[in-house]
């Protein structure tokens, strides 16, 4: 955390705060939630680009105990942070790279018979793992009749077979009728292998009828995230972006702006520039369509955004002056109507969330 001792005029970039106090009470809403199930963390992508060395032991402290990342690698920066906590992988098993899960104590979720044979051959009933049954993805995990034909199969406890989990295909669009047939084909699949644990539920997953079971596995909603789209979202903000503004310049009209000319002027108007840009983690694809707030006045993006900096048409807002903040992500301005506005899911606003910030970890 090099960036928590420099502030202000020092750092003319983008500056990233994390309200560990939020993420913490999301996470206790979730569990509140999950009615019963246990509710573990995803804090895969670096936890949603907040930082997992932060945000980790922060879910630890709030009472989860169960942790899931994507990779090996990241399942090592999981361990450094919570060295007491059970942590899944949730990619599988690379070949070869069993002994560095067992050393480190991570859990594989197996996602093929494959990675079960190998798994079960390495661990021999020493070392924990998941299983993960495909439902309707097609992307990881044993089909639906593979999972039915393990009942008695030794490879089970001889890989540690705790847990069987699936995944959602559209758990945030409630009315898809995927929902019901994988809830049922799970269902199916947890009475053949009735002694192991059960999880199915990402974060929209939990606000689903009948997707509990044993342990619910939320990310983004505890990043502040809307698990439910369409309805109030439920989860306190947790990431708030703002940068400074450079400097504030006129324009007149017939003049363009920024890169290729993209944006002309169709009057006087007052431009700022803000520092920061795509390499930050703002896409470049919200050129011309996203807002930032100055002085809580929606400023438009101007033309394209560069590498490091955008243009923000600040005619209608007396607070921008050089030196002052925009705020990217905050103040209602969530990550969802982000993402919408970049023509991706907020999702990709916080993983992408770059690593030139400086980052501040309030609450
Ligand atoms: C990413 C992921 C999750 C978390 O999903 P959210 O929608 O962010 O809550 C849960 N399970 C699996 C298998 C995942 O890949």
Same mark, same amino acid.
């Given at each position: 955390?090099? /960036?928590?001792?420099?502030?202000?005029?020092?750092?003319?970039?983008?500056?990233?705060?994390?309200?560990?106090?939020?993420?913490?009470? +999301?996470?206790?809403?979730?569990?509140?939630?999950?009615?019963?199930?246990?509710?573990?963390?995803?804090?895969?992508?670096?936890?949603?680009?907040?930082?997992?060395?932060?945000?980790?032991?922060?879910?630890?402290?709030?009472?989860?105990?169960?942790?899931?990342?994507?990779?090996?690698?990241?399942?090592?920066?999981?361990?450094?942070?919570?060295?007491?906590?059970?942590?899944?992988?949730? +990619?599988?098993?690379?070949?070869?790279?069993?002994?560095?899960?067992?050393?480190?104590?991570?859990?594989?979720?197996? /996602?093929?018979?494959?990675?079960?044979?190998?798994?079960?051959?390495?661990?021999?009933?020493?070392?924990?793992?998941?299983?993960?049954?495909?439902?309707?993805?097609?992307?990881?995990?044993?089909?639906?009749?593979?999972?039915?034909?393990?009942?008695?199969?030794?490879?089970?406890?001889?890989?540690?077979?705790?847990?069987?989990?699936?995944?959602? !295909?559209?758990?945030?669009?409630?009315?898809?009728?995927?929902?019901?047939?994988?809830?049922?084909?799970?269902?199916?699949?947890?009475?053949?292998?009735?002694?192991?644990?059960?999880?199915?539920? +990402?974060?929209?997953?939990?606000?689903?009828? @009948?997707?509990?079971?044993?342990?619910?596995?939320?990310?983004?909603?505890?990043?502040?995230?809307?698990?439910?789209?369409?309805?109030?979202?439920?989860?306190?903000?947790? !990431?708030?972006?703002?940068?400074?503004?450079?400097?504030?310049?006129?324009?007149?009209? @017939?003049?363009?702006?920024?890169?290729?000319?993209?944006?002309?002027?169709?009057?006087?108007?007052?431009?700022?520039?803000?520092?920061?840009?795509?390499?930050?983690?703002?896409?470049?694809?919200?050129?011309?369509? @996203?807002?930032?707030?100055?002085?809580?006045?929606?400023?438009?993006?101007?033309?394209?955004?560069?590498?490091?900096?955008?243009?923000?048409?600040?005619?209608?807002?007396?607070?921008?002056?050089?030196?002052?903040?925009? !705020?990217?992500?905050?103040?209602?301005?969530?990550?969802?109507?982000?993402?919408?506005?970049?023509?991706?899911?907020?999702?990709?606003?916080?993983?992408?969330?770059?690593?030139?910030? !400086?980052?501040?970890?309030?609450?």
């Amino acid at each position: 955390m090099a /960036g928590s001792q420099r502030s202000g005029s020092e750092v003319h970039g983008g500056r990233l705060t994390v309200d560990l106090c939020a993420l913490a009470a +999301n996470w206790r809403r979730l569990a509140d939630a999950a009615r019963g199930a246990e509710c573990g963390a995803v804090i895969k992508a670096d936890a949603y680009g907040t930082g997992i060395g932060r945000a980790g032991p922060a879910l630890r402290a709030a009472g989860c105990r169960t942790f899931f990342v994507a990779h090996l690698s990241e399942g090592l920066s999981a361990r450094a942070a919570l060295p007491q906590a059970r942590i899944y992988v949730l +990619n599988g098993l690379p070949p070869g790279s069993a002994p560095a899960f067992a050393e480190a104590d991570l859990r594989p979720v197996l /996602g093929s018979l494959d990675e079960l044979s190998d798994w079960a051959a390495f661990s021999q009933g020493r070392h924990a793992a998941a299983l993960h049954v495909d439902t309707g993805m097609n992307r990881l995990g044993l089909s639906v009749p593979e999972a039915l034909a393990l009942t008695g199969d030794s490879r089970l406890d001889g890989a540690g077979i705790d847990l069987v989990m699936s995944h959602f !295909v559209s758990a945030e669009q409630a009315a898809d009728p995927v929902n019901a047939r994988q809830i049922a084909d799970f269902a199916r699949v947890r009475e053949a292998l009735p002694t192991l644990k059960g999880s199915l539920a +990402n974060s929209s997953g939990i606000f689903l009828d @009948g997707a509990g079971h044993d342990l619910v596995r939320p990310g983004y909603a505890l990043f502040g995230g809307n698990p439910t789209p369409g309805t109030e979202n439920p989860m306190r903000p947790v !990431v708030r972006l703002e940068a400074t503004i450079v400097q504030v310049r006129q324009v007149e009209k @017939g003049m363009s702006v920024g890169y290729n000319g993209r944006w002309t002027a169709p009057g006087p108007r007052r431009l700022a520039t803000l520092s920061l840009g795509y390499a930050d983690g703002l896409p470049r694809a919200l050129s011309g369509r @996203g807002h930032a707030l100055v002085g809580g006045v929606p400023c438009p993006i101007l033309g394209l955004v560069s590498m490091d900096l955008i243009i923000l048409d600040v005619t209608d807002a007396p607070a921008a002056r050089r030196g002052a903040s925009a !705020v990217l992500i905050g103040d209602g301005l969530d990550v969802d109507a982000v993402g919408r506005a970049a023509g991706t899911i907020g999702y990709e606003i916080l993983t992408g969330l770059g690593s030139r910030y !400086v980052r501040d970890y309030g609450g």
